[in-house]
């Protein structure tokens, strides 16, 4: 069951969710939606720790989905709503970016979505793209799928034994 997240000191919220907070629960699904803003995916960094944490994993396995999780994050609070931050300031024209945490038998599943649109990753460079590269690194599975309705980037690990 996912509760309502609407905190009042966290102007981030905007919909429903179950970090925030609260605390999290073992074996429940994490959930929320948020302003697509850097404080926020950092805000969302934060819960997804605390929720792997709930989980009892490993903590290399806690550190690898938290820095790929706050990867896809980050990169859809940058660049998602990019083109809709060209015609006025960045405040009227951010969008939300979604992430979804669980565990099933053997795996650890991280999903995190927006609605806005997708960017051609650069050629990697000395300071810049190299956020797919580090999720593949850090992930048994990367899948990015992108549309008209948004991108959606979902990262696995494959763990025999894990709890679901």
């Known amino acids: 069951?996912?509760?309502?997240?609407?905190?009042?000191?966290?102007?981030?919220?905007?919909?429903?969710?179950?970090?925030?907070?609260?605390?999290?629960?073992?074996?429940?699904?994490?959930?929320?939606?948020?302003?697509?803003?850097?404080?926020a995916a950092s805000r969302l960094r934060h819960d997804l720790s605390a929720w792997l944490r709930a989980q009892h994993l490993a903590v290399e396995l806690v550190e690898a989905v938290v820095l790929a999780g706050y990867e896809a994050l980050a990169n859809a609070a940058e660049h998602a709503y990019q083109r809709f931050r060209s015609g006025g300031s960045a405040a009227e024209h951010v969008g939300t970016v979604r992430l979804r945490a669980w565990t099933e038998p053997g795996?650890?599943?991280?999903?995190?979505?927006?609605?806005?649109?997708?960017?051609?990753?650069?050629?990697?460079?000395?300071?810049?793209?190299?956020g797919l590269v580090l999720m593949r690194a850090l992930a048994d599975e990367v899948t990015v799928q992108t549309g008209a309705t948004g991108?959606?980037?979902?990262?696995?690990?494959?763990?025999?034994?894990?709890p679901g």
């Not at 999290?24 to 697509?36: T, Y």
Request: charged share 25%.
């Open 1 to 39: 069951m996912v509760a309502e997240m609407t905190p009042a000191s966290d102007p981030s919220a905007v919909g429903r969710g179950s970090a925030n907070g609260r605390p999290a629960q073992p074996g429940a699904p994490l959930s929320c939606e948020v302003l697509a803003t850097p404080f």
């Open 107 to 130: 795996r650890i599943e991280i999903r995190v979505g927006d609605h806005g649109s997708w960017r051609t990753p650069r050629r990697v460079g000395e300071r810049r793209g190299r």
């Open 151 to 162: 991108t959606t980037v979902t990262l696995s690990w494959l763990r025999p034994g894990l």
